[in-house]
């Protein structure tokens, strides 16, 4: 599957962006989905996750829960990621990625990890301005 991130952009603290990431070449609605950032200098960390069709599941950091919502539309091959209240440390570049593995039971452990992920989009760059 190919995915295409787009979204990214400068904002001020404490606005708001709304990233897309869309997919094409095979069935999106089989793929659980995750989103990722990296920092300059810094080790990609997960942003949030949402299960494939009918898991019903979201997942989100520690340090974005309550500010990022991800949701996803099947028929659109589309995944987002609403951020609000952006903060400087928010800045970085995001990476939308498609599961390669199906869990029995799925956990935040388990798609949190980069390993989880098969194929990933080329990135988008966030820079929030204090």
């Known amino acids: 599957v190919q995915l295409q991130a787009s979204g990214g952009g400068l904002v001020q603290a404490g606005g708001s962006l709304r990233l897309s990431c869309a997919a094409s070449?095979?069935?999106?609605?089989?793929?659980?989905m995750g989103w990722f950032r990296q920092a300059p200098g810094k080790e990609r960390e997960f942003v949030a996750a949402?299960?494939?069709?009918?898991?019903?599941?979201?997942y989100y950091a520690d340090s974005v829960k309550g500010r990022f919502t991800i949701s996803r539309d099947d028929a659109k091959s589309t995944v987002w990621l609403q951020m609000n209240s952006l903060k400087p440390e928010d800045t970085a570049v995001y990476y939308c990625?498609?599961?390669?593995?199906?869990?029995?039971?799925?956990?935040?452990?388990?798609?949190?990890?980069?390993?989880?992920?098969?194929?990933w989009g080329q990135g988008t760059l966030v820079t929030v301005s204090s």
């Open positions: 070449g095979r069935t999106f609605s089989n793929y659980a």
């Open positions: 990625a498609a599961a390669g593995i199906t869990y029995k039971s799925p956990s935040i452990l388990s798609y949190s990890d980069t390993k989880t992920y098969a194929y």
């Open positions: 949402i299960s494939r069709s009918g898991g019903g599941y979201t």
